[in-house]
């Protein structure tokens, strides 16, 4: 990250309002006086650096030779030039990628900055080209292009007549990409725009200082007389310049001390969740984050003796450094779209800007009622009917659990019984949330151990799983399945796609799984007379708990069974012929789906309900949804579990909500998000990984199941000695680590954490190409989640670090 500002190095972009605004001339006023700057309280000479990366109309048009000419003590670099005086969009017809151009920025930058000597501070200004929303050479906006080294900006406004609304619009553009803009430069004109935007800007939460320069003179036709009397003109102007480079300096320094102190000032005031305190060795200061990239930073080491074993250099440790993480949990699972995705930010400003919040029972507004529609035509189809909004996949669990129990307590009394304690069946591993209900929900485990309230309202089954081990998927089935209890073989499988396939009839999976759930039922309901309101599940994957793959298989037919039991009393008669009607009337227990990690395309299909090839009564919906921007809940469910609630009576109705339910910003960033994973979805964008994981060729003749992570790569790890498993799955890479001798697996081994810590600082001969890997550790489980939109090339460079990590282990 050596492109990127320090105590001593500055780095700064300049964007404009429009074309022939001046940029080219404030730019070199400003490398000018940067250049100027010999010394300063530590007597530390300045060198100046003018990078233009993309010019036209060269050579007859030349930025970084003007620049040249009027700040000689400057060096200057253009990158790619085109001869036609045009927009870059249209100056070429082989545009180069844009990951090659910004590569080669961030190379320019860091060049310059490792030339730098011990007395030297570095000065470093990089010119786009146009306007701010000007397209570079591949038709991306550069607004867009630019946003991962997120430099300090300084936006050159439109002086004349009309510029106003140019240079607003060009700063909110900049604004809502998360630029941070510390100067804004005009002319000083008769239009005198200055004056407006210096009111206007007056409480902007990111309001840069106004600064007005005197115009440069009317240019002449002789070369000679012109270039004469813009060398006056820099000669007279360099005190303007100068105190906007001291301004921008006293900007630099104070944005590094705040950064210092971030760490600090969160380990005395936050609370973290799901964290030690004591054994924090390091805070992990996130300046930005865009696409699936966070930009740290790195606090200084105030012991001149400490040495790095990284290849960190002296200087960067008493400076402070950056890194360029990789965001490996998927910021705790939700990052679908990467972070920043303008796509999203523009979906919530417009729901904002047209709403803000609004009351939302007996209402409707147009962002709740298309993702209503969406979901039910996508994750939905051919089950659902209604949509209930809460807040968080913990409070959306809590809902579908409220729904479930009632619908079930009334089918009790309805056959004369009275509903006694009422419990959940489920399986063991799984966790659904913080919230008391859903706590008591799941299992004894580390997550409700010290909770004093928890109490175990269900019957668990142990799971048989499935991993990927030595080029072969594997499925472990527990000894408690078989009737006498001793060790089943293991189900050896080759192809990913077969292991969600319909199971031959001579499978003897199917026998021992059907038998094991009805002596289980049998038992719990006749022999212990306990009463059940519901299956809840998590569908293929049981996240917080292990990253558990359970055999789609056992999933399937516990359904089925749960369905077919007896026990549980039969449909519920209908009260109305609306019920009557229904297209989904429930059997055995209402089945539940907590799908707040495993859907919305996470797993490569629209849900995990659609892998297993069955559905549910009730499923809930989070992370995902919103492609990683806002917090937003779904809980979907079909008429039959709907109208248990309908009544003349109030206190009959579903009682839960929120202030904040439905909120239209949520559901804007929702409806863009689901657009976007079907338009993914139909252009074929995972086609690379269909064809590595052989999805093409699925046995069953669905579109398959496949893994974004290579599939190379991922049999390599599955060799691993120290490598219990390993569980592909959509955008889910989790890799099982054996437990050390005498010590025990699961959320309390240390055994991951170790490993996230060498990923979090892992440097190479070659880190500058590469990037560190920030994860969450889960016991003796290391885990990768990308998003939706990572790139080959970018998870290319994950896996080379991550196997390159596990190898040394």
Known sequence: MAHLPSRSFQAYQVFSANTNVGKTILSAGLVRAAAALSVGADKRKTKAFYLKPVQTGYPVDSDARHVKRYAPLAETRQLYAYRDPVSPHIATNDPPKDSVVLEETKKALRTFKESLMTNEKGWALLETAGGVNSPIMSGELQSRFYRPLRLPTVLIGDSLLGGISTTLTSYESLHQYGYDIPALLLFDNKSLNHQFLERHLTNAENRPQVYVLPPPPTKLEDPEADAAQLQEYYQATENYFRH???????????????????????????????TQHKTVKEVTTIDSAYGDIMTTFVPPVKDNAIKSNTGTTTNNLQEGSWREMFDGCASWWTQGLGHGSPELTRSAMYASGRYGHVMFPECSHEPAVQLSETMLR??????????????????????????????????????????????????????HGDTIGAMNACAPNTYNAQVTWYKAHGHWFQPPTVVY???????????????????????????????????????ARLDLYRTHIRSTLE??????????????????????????????????????????????????????????QSKNTWQGLPVVFDEIFSGCWRLGRKSAADMLQTQPDIAAYAKLLTGGLLPLALTLTSDSIFNTFLSDVKIDALLHGHSYTAHPMGCAVANTSLRTYERMEAHGDADQARRDWGADAASDGTSGVWSLWDQKVVERISHLDHVEGVVPLGSVLAIQLKPEQGRAGGYASMLSQKVQHQLRVTESPNSETEVAIFGRPLGNVVYMIASQVSTREQLAKVEKILLRTLESH
């Open 244 to 274: 906007v480079v001291e301004d921008l300096a006293q900007s630099h320094q104070q944005r590094l001390d705040r950064l210092e102190s971030l760490g600090d000032k969160a380990r005395d005031l936050i609370w973290w969740p799901f």
């Open 378 to 431: 996508t994750v939905g189809q051919g089950w659902a009917s209604r949509v209930f909004f809460s807040d968080n996949g913990s409070t959306a669990t809590e809902v579908a659990l409220k729904m479930a129990l009632k619908s079930s307590q009334d089918r009790y009394r309805n056959l004369g019984q009275k509903a006694g304690r009422i419990e959940v069946l489920g399986i063991d591993g799984g966790y």
């Open 469 to 507: 081990k030595n080029g072969q998927f594997r499925v472990d089935i527990p000894a408690s399945m078989a009737a006498d209890q001793k060790p089943v073989p293991p189900v050896l499988i080759n192809n990913l796609s077969d292991v969600f396939a319909q199971p031959s009839p001579a499978d």
């Open 523 to 580: 038992r719990l309901v006749h022999e212990e007379k306990r009463e059940f309101g519901a299956l809840l599940m998590e569908p293929v994957l049981m996240g917080a708990g292990g990253m558990i793959w359970v055999d789609p298989v056992f999933q399937r037919t516990l359904v089925d069974e749960v369905r077919r039991f007896k026990g549980f009393g039969e449909a519920l008669p209908p009260k109305s012929a609306e019920v009557a």
